[in-house]
């Protein structure tokens, strides 16, 4: 059973990068079918999906974010990260690693999500 | 980019049925089949309850079941009970940038 783990800072600073890590377990993260993605929820608020990324590299954003955002993986370590830039009092919310399928975009598994509250 | 169009609120009785409506354009909804519906509990992590439409994962009951029609998707729940109480989300692929948007979401109170 596939499981994902969101790790990273909770708390950043104006201006400054915001930073997770998703370790995946139970499964290889280098399967073709399968895009691995970051989506998050403002507190009280609804799902935003931010973007996601192939085991090959390539890269998919959100139109909203793309110009702060870089999504990497790392085959060796079976894990993705996420990067944006320039953070604001925006950008708090939850993060959620989790899995979609290739053909039909459903995110089937999800990590237990991460808070990260931009504060100064 | 602008989220796909769902009711804020919805409710029914124990026993009845309810339909949310997940409402996009011809570039996403209305253009693919790539639409799927989560469900999230307040205070959880939300769960895939259909996807590709009309398809449930294994393990969701069958009281749960999706549509599409034009630009408009929806989701029904039948035999409402106490624990379908949430928010329910749809999603879709968006074509002219590949790309996912969500729903603003539902909340589901079950009278």
């Known amino acids: 059973q596939v499981q994902l783990q969101e790790s990273g800072p909770g708390l950043v600073k104006p201006s400054q990068t915001l930073s997770l890590t998703c370790a995946v377990s139970?499964?290889?993260?280098?399967?073709?079918?399968?895009?691995w993605s970051w989506i998050r929820q403002h507190p009280g608020k609804g799902l935003e999906w931010i973007g996601y990324?192939?085991?090959?590299?390539?890269?998919y954003y959100s139109p909203s974010l793309k110009s702060r955002v870089t999504i990497s993986v790392d085959t060796s370590k079976n894990q993705f990260s996420l990067k944006l830039g320039s953070v604001t009092a925006a950008d708090t919310a939850v993060y959620y690693c989790?899995?979609?399928?290739?053909?039909?975009?459903?995110?089937?598994?999800w990590g237990q999500g991460t808070m990260v509250t931009v504060s100064s | 980019q602008s989220a796909l169009t769902q009711p804020p609120s919805v409710s029914g009785s124990p026993g009845q049925s309810v339909t949310i409506s997940c409402t996009g354009t011809s570039s996403d909804v209305g253009g693919y089949n790539r639409v799927s519906w989560y469900q999230q509990p307040p205070g959880t992590v939300p769960k895939l309850i259909i996807y590709?439409?009309?398809n449930r994962p294994s393990g969701v009951p069958d009281r749960f079941s999706g549509s599409k029609s034009g630009s408009t998707a929806s989701l029904t729940i039948s035999g409402l009970q106490a624990e379908d109480e949430a928010n329910y989300y749809c999603s879709s692929y968006r074509s002219g940038g590949a790309y996912v948007v969500f729903g603003g979401g539902t909340k589901l109170t079950v009278l």
């Open positions: 990324i192939l085991y090959t590299g390539s890269t």
């Open positions: 139970g499964g290889s993260i280098s399967r073709g079918d399968y895009y």
């Open positions: 989790s899995r979609a399928e290739g053909s039909s975009d459903a995110f089937d598994i």
């Open positions: 590709e439409v009309s």
